[in-house]
T-cell receptor
Framework: AQSVTQPDIHITVSEGASLELRCNYS??????LFWYVQSPGQGLQLLLK??????LVQGIKGFEAEFKRSQSSFNLRKPSVHWSDAAEYFC????????????FGSGTRLSIRP | GAGVSQSPSNKVTEKGKDVELRCDPI?????LYWYRQSLGQGLEFLIY????????KSGLPSDRFSAERTGGSVSTLTIQRTQQEDSAVYLC????????????FGPGTRLTVL
């Protein structure tokens, strides 16, 4: 069965510190992987996505994610966080079947310590 | 329009009443998704449309929930005989195609059942 696990419910980091948000997936075929961000009072916005090719993917707002097939992981990273990065982050997995849907993880809430 | 729109933005209803939530996807997007986000929870998949047909209705929580899409565009999610546990934010998303494509989310409809 397809599933996405985000093991960290809530993370707090200091402004300027590095960030890594974990995501593990279970999928029977080649996965398509996404990270979305939901800022307070805002809709969900795509940060980045991986379909194939280079396993290190660059996204908007200085975020990147690395696909590791051996670990079934797609962790999100940022070298230096800003206060505006405080938000809820969702990892998602999809497939290339015409009937496939995207499955979201339960989210990780990021707080920034001044 | 420029993005996915949903109406109403807020809906307060009494237990037992029926409600209809509307989603206008981005023009040309063939895939349309409905999700539910309860307070502090992740995104719960409800139903997915490709064109006017729904290949996946597996997420609808009960037979009180139904959805339709007409003209490959507007979709309506109907909840009959609402219950307090139906209170949540209902999100709609659309994408150019299924599975692999980026989903663009609407702002959501906040439903409160008293």
């Amino acid at each position: 069965a397809q599933s996405v696990t985000q093991p960290d419910i809530h993370i707090t980091v200091s402004e300027g510190a590095s960030l890594e948000l974990r995501c593990n997936y279970s999928y029977g075929a080649t996965p398509y992987l996404f990270w979305y961000v939901q800022s307070p009072g805002q809709g969900l916005q795509l940060l980045l996505k991986y379909f194939s090719g280079d396993t290190l993917v660059q996204g908007i707002k200085g975020f990147e994610a690395e696909f590791k097939r051996s670990q079934s992981s797609f962790n999100l990273r940022k070298p230096s966080v800003h206060w505006s990065d405080a938000a809820e982050y969702f990892c998602a997995v999809g497939g290339y079947s015409s009937a496939s849907k995207i499955i979201f993880g339960s989210g990780t809430r990021l707080s920034i310590r001044p | 329009g420029a993005g996915v729109s949903q109406s109403p933005s807020n809906k307060v209803t009494e237990k037992g009443k029926d409600v209809e939530l509307r989603c206008d996807p981005i023009s040309g997007h063939t895939a349309l998704y409905w999700y539910r986000q309860s307070l502090g929870q992740g995104l719960e998949f409800l139903i997915y449309f490709q064109g006017n047909s729904a290949p996946d209705k597996s997420g609808l929580p009960s037979d009180r929930f139904s959805a339709e899409r007409t003209g490959g565009s507007v979709s309506t999610l109907t909840i009959q005989r609402t219950q307090q546990e139906d209170s949540a934010v209902y999100l709609c998303a659309s994408s150019l195609g299924p599975g692999t494509d980026t989903q663009y989310f609407g702002p959501g409809t906040r439903l409160t059942v008293l």
